[in-house]
T-cell receptor
Framework: GAGVSQSPSNKVTEKGKDVELRCDPISGHTALYWYRQSLGQGLEFLIYFQGNSAPDKSGLPSDRFSAERTGGSVSTLTIQRTQQEDSAVYLC????????????FGPGTRLLVL | AQSVTQLGSHVSVSEGALVLLRCNYSSSVPPYLFWYVQYPNQGLQLLLKYTSAATLVKGINGFEAEFKKSETSFHLTKPSAHMSDAAEYFCAVSGTGTASKLTFGTGTRLQVTL
């Protein structure tokens, strides 16, 4: 069975451009999470989806960041007007249910903003 | 609010020696606790988790951790280190339901020497 996949694996962009990062969760997993890993801030939670709804968006750092999930499956994280401080590895995780279920992580998208 | 403190950003042990990675947590509700491992340029892999069942939790690759409520600790141990254990280790805490996001510690990089 396939794990969580993310694309692209690497993305280099210029400051001010918009980027879209994609996450394909494990089939059947209803919960999906986005995290960011950076040298200065460590691993930070961004947003959580249950189905297509996002009951917790508390980690999104600014209104330049948004995410959606469609069909209870694929999720896209969009960063508008990228800044150099957005450079990080963006990790996606999914789990079959909320609660004590394990979150399974994808390999991440490494974003570099020049 | 929940938080995790990992003592020691770098730990070095000899091959065959005991591995001890420290984690203390703070949580206003009964916590769920996790240890994840991250190898270079890879995503996070679950080592083990505590979800209010047995306080001594056994995980993959010979690792185990003991939940001690009185000490608010969840230290990770392995009796005999192997070169392949060299990686970064993250302790994390979560709640349940809409509070199921993971809050991570800052990580401990384990070095294993000959």
């Amino acid at each position: 069975g396939a794990g969580v996949s993310q694309s692209p694996s690497n993305k280099v962009t210029e400051k001010g451009k918009d980027v879209e990062l994609r996450c394909d969760p494990i089939s059947g997993h209803t919960a999906l999470y986005w995290y960011r890993q950076s040298l200065g801030q460590g691993l930070e939670f961004l947003i959580y989806f249950q189905g297509n709804s996002a009951p917790d968006k508390s980690g999104l750092p600014s209104d330049r960041f948004s995410a959606e999930r469609t069909g209870g499956s694929v999720s896209t994280l969009t960063i508008q007007r990228t800044q150099q401080e957005d450079s990080a590895v963006y990790l996606c995780a999914s789990s079959p249910w909320t609660g004590t279920e394990t979150q399974y992580f994808g390999p991440g998208t490494r974003l570099l903003v020049l | 609010a929940q938080s995790v403190t990992q003592l020691g950003s770098h730990v070095s042990v000899s091959e065959g020696a005991l591995v001890l990675l420290r984690c203390n947590y703070s949580s206003s509700v009964p916590p769920y606790l996790f240890w994840y491992v991250q190898y270079p340029n890879q995503g996070l892999q679950l080592l083990l988790k505590y979800t209010s069942a047995a306080t001594l939790v056994k995980g993959i690759n010979g690792f185990e951790a003991e939940f001690k409520k009185s000490e608010t600790s969840f230290h990770l141990t392995k009796p005999s280190a192997h070169m392949s254990d060299a990686a970064e280790y993250f302790c994390a805490v979560s709640g349940t339901g809409t509070a199921s996001k993971l809050t991570f510690g800052t990580g401990t990089r384990l070095q294993v020497t000959l």
